[in-house]
Nanobody, 115 residues
Framework: VQLQASGGGLVQPGGSLRLSCATSGIVFSWNTMNWYRQAPGKERDLVARISGDGSTVYADSVKGRFTISRDNAKNTVYLEMNSLKPEDTAVYYC??????????WGQGTQVTVSS
């Protein structure tokens, strides 16, 4: 099983980034896909979640700015991030979750929002 996150980088406040998490070794459409983030010295927190049926959940801090989506044909989940703020700076991780099985995590991609 592999989850490969990409798309992070350095962006100015107000800018945008699109993260991708390409997966292999799982039945992607069965999995609830998640994006988490962890800032230095802080816990890893849920950013957004998308179920197999396409229903979504967002952290309050990103509602209206971030959009999670999935492409089951490409086994990939995305996180479109707009109006980025310095407090969005963190390592972003993707996670695949399925009831009755351990979760799978990607390696993380750094997002830095700074002028």
């Amino acid at each position: 099983v592999q989850l490969q996150a990409s798309g992070g980088g350095l962006v100015q406040p107000g800018g945008s980034l699109r993260l991708s998490c390409a997966t292999s070794g799982i039945v992607f459409s069965w999995n609830t896909m998640n994006w988490y983030r962890q800032a230095p010295g802080k816990e890893r927190d849920l950013v957004a979640r998308i179920s197999g049926d396409g229903s979504t959940v967002y952290a309050d801090s990103v509602k209206g700015r971030f959009t999670i989506s999935r492409d089951n044909a490409k086994n990939t989940v995305y996180l479109e991030m707009n109006s980025l703020k310095p407090e969005d700076t963190a390592v972003y991780y993707c996670k695949a979750a399925l009831a009755g099985r351990l979760d799978y995590w990607g390696q993380g991609t750094q997002v830095t929002v700074s002028s």
